[in-house]
Every structure is written in structure tokens, then in C-alpha cells.
């Protein structure tokens, strides 16, 4: 059974899908502000022609309507449906559109855009009824499962029917986890239960939810965990590891190993694919694969990995001249590593509050009877109040400048 496991932070919700045990997919959904795929009405309030698109009015504040995302015909004072298409990043506004996308089960639906994409292959007679819905409702599919998402499809209208009904509609990360897999929601909040009902409502899918104190919730999925999928900078797999150098306007990869050249690339392509869902990347990525022994083989891996690709939101754009193989993916929301720590005038990035404290509870979520003494470096004198709030029991908090502003030791006496 997929589990969703949610954690509260102060921004908003940390969800991690698990399959197996193994986390698959992390995501944020934002308290304040839109989140990616929700929908509401907008007024527009101006158009600007050199930013190519009006601003408009929503219950989350101003957004963004890019001419090519507006219905032809669209002027200054109309009101329509709309969507958010990115959330607010780079001090910008959300960017907001009126061709809607839905992440639903096995596949992506986007109205009134047309086309096929089958990024899993699908057999002759389900193909041929998926390609005639698209014709026929005016649909591009982006298709991962082809039963799951000819099923979609078939109720797409009644599933419109229930966000429309429902507006503003706030699309949590949640979602789409549980869309994609996700049949139970562990969490120690339980505000979550009346967005899991309007869930329920408008997807016709029954949603197991079970509240869990914290120290059995870090069983299932600890905070600590996440350092290594999301802010870890050298990522293993199986024959190799990956060194990983997130900036603001690149990413770049190394791939290391000592298997052969074809087989090391195509483990680490297969990792980096992974790590699109845990990482939530956007740009570009640069990503150095160790040389290929002949043309044919570096040919031959071209073409096999734009197709894995294909299961991803991004696009492969080939190899430079320097050697170097390029994706682009869409910026859609702020990558993990930007929603888990921040930058400060000390020392770089470091852990945000709220995160690190989720690290420092989970050391310390079963005292068994004992006083936990908790040491922290000076610079972290705010989680003192948010460690008092949440931990119930008596506790000591020390603050020790030998220890790392990112770290901290929990001893029990």
C-alpha cells in the first residue's frame, strides 16, 4: 500500500510518498499564496505588452497571465477560470492559464491542447481508444498507465464538474501523491481531514486518514532521511554516486563509477530520473557522463534516455560541444532544497528552523523516562520556543558555538 506521510512546517505541508517503504516522490504544498494546479476565478485588471500577458486578480493576491495561456479574445475586465500554472518564484507573481492540467492517475490531461505522448507503451486497442478521446474531447495526454488513464479520461468531466463546483479550488501536493499512488495519509495534523474530503468529494476516491503522534510518524518516515534524497551534494547507487552542485541558475551532475562506460551512464541516468521527483528540480542541468568507448554507444544511449525521459516533466536536449548532456525542466515550484533550508549572512545555506527542529524531535521523540538535553549552536536560539511548544515533557536546551549551525546533539540523563 502507498503511504503519504505529512509533515507541518511553517510554511506549509512536507508530503512523502512511499512505495514499498522507499520514498518516491517528495513534495510542498504551500499554506499562504497559490500552489501549483489550483484553480479560482480572476479578474483582469491590466494587460502589458512587453511582458506578454495581463495581471490579474485572485482570492491569493495579483498573478500572471501569459497571452499564450488566455482564451483568444481575452481583454482588461473580464473574469474567467483560471489555473496556476507556476507558483510565485524569483519574487515573482504565479503564473496563471486557461488551458487546464490535471496530474491525474496514470497520466497528464491538459484541455483544449491536442496530442498523444505515451511515455509507457500501451497495446493496440487501448491506444487507439485513447488517441480517439483525445480527438474527440480536444485533450493532450501525457500517458504513464493507459488503463488508469483511459478511466481518467472517461470521467474527466465529472471530475471538472466537482473543482468548479469547489472554487477557489487549493490543489495540495497531496493530490496528486495520492493519484499516483498514495491510499493512506499519515500525519500528526489532523486540519488535513477537510481537504481530504473535498479530495474525496471531487475524485470519487476514499482516502484512508490516520492521525499519528509524532514518535510513531518518525518511524514510518524520519525528517532526517530527507538530508540524504534532498540537500546531500554525493548520491549512491548501485555501481557508482553522483556529486550534485544545485546553483541558482544551473545544476550540474558528475557521474563517477567503476563499471563499464555504457552501463555506469545509464544507472546514473536512471538515479538522476529519481531524483526529479525527490528534488524537485527546474532549469537547467548539466550532467557530466563518463566518455563512451565508441559513437554508437554514446548514439545508443541518446536516444534510450530522452525516451526515460519522457516520464518526466523535462526534455533532453543533447550533448555540447564540451561533452556535456543538457535537460530543461519547467520551474514550476521552488525546488526542496530551497523549501528546507535558507540563506543567511553566516555561512552559506544553512537548515531552516522549522526543519531542523523536526530533526531534533525525532532524536528525542522517545526519552523513555530519561531528561533529554539538547545542544545547539548560538545561532539557533529560535527553536528554544518552538522545541518548548512541541515537546511536552520536561527537556534542557544548552547552546554550544563548537557546534555546527546545521547540527546538534541531543544527550539524556
Known sequence: MGE?????????????LLQNGEAVDIGFT??????????????????????????????????????????????????????????????????????????LAGCEVTLNRRGVIFAQPCGGDVAKM????????????????????????????????????????????IYTQLLRGGKRIL??????????????????????????????LVKVFPPSGLESLVLSERILFDGGFLLVR???????????????????????AGEIVRLFNLRRWGGLIAVDFVNFKTPAERESFKKWFKELLLKTPCKGLGFTNGGLYEILCPRRVRPLSEVLTERTPYCGRWKRDDF????????????????????????????????????????????DCSIPPDRFEVEFG
Open 130 to 173: 485513447l488517441l480517439q478521446r483525445a480527438k474527440e474531447k480536444n485533450l493532450r495526454l501525457k500517458v504513464f498507465d493507459c488503463f488508469l488513464c483511459l478511466r481518467e479520461v472517461e470521467r474527466l468531466e465529472e471530475t471538472l464538474k466537482g473543482i468548479f463546483e469547489n472554487l477557489p479550488f487549493k490543489w495540495f501536493h
Open 30 to 103: 504551500p499554506l499562504r499564496g497559490a500552489s501549483l494546479f489550483s484553480f479560482t476565478s480572476a479578474r483582469v485588471v491590466r494587460k502589458v505588452e512587453n511582458l506578454g500577458g495581463f495581471f490579474v486578480d485572485t482570492p491569493w493576491g495579483e498573478a500572471f497571465l501569459p497571452f499564450s495561456e488566455a482564451s483568444e479574445g481575452r481583454k482588461v475586465g473580464d473574469t474567467a477560470t483560471v489555473q496556476v500554472i507556476r507558483e510565485a518564484l524569483e519574487d515573482k507573481p504565479p503564473r496563471v492559464g486557461e488551458f487546464f492540467t490535471l496530474p
Open 246 to 268: 544545485e546553483t541558482e541558475g544551473l545544476i550540474f551532475i558528475d557521474v563517477n563509477g567503476n563499471l563499464r562506460p555504457a552501463e555506469l551512464n545509464r544507472r546514473a
Open 356 to 399: 531542523l527542529l523536526l530533526e531534533v524531535l525525532e532524536k528525542i521523540a522517545d526519552p523513555k523516562g530519561e531528561t533529554p538535553r539538547v545542544k545547539l549552536h548560538p545561532l539557533r536560539e529560535g527553536i528554544r520556543k518552538l522545541l518548548e511548544e512541541r515537546f511536552n515533557l520536561p527537556l534542557q536546551v544548552e547552546f
Open 4 to 16: 503519504v506521510v505529512v509533515y507541518p512546517l511553517s510554511e506549509g505541508y512536507l508530503s512523502v
Open 187 to 216: 500525519s500528526e495534523d489532523g486540519a488535513l481531514r477537510p481537504h481530504l474530503e473535498v479530495f474525496e468529494k471531487v475524485f470519487r476516491r476514499k482516502v484512508e486518514f490516520k492521525t499519528l503522534p509524532f514518535r510513531e
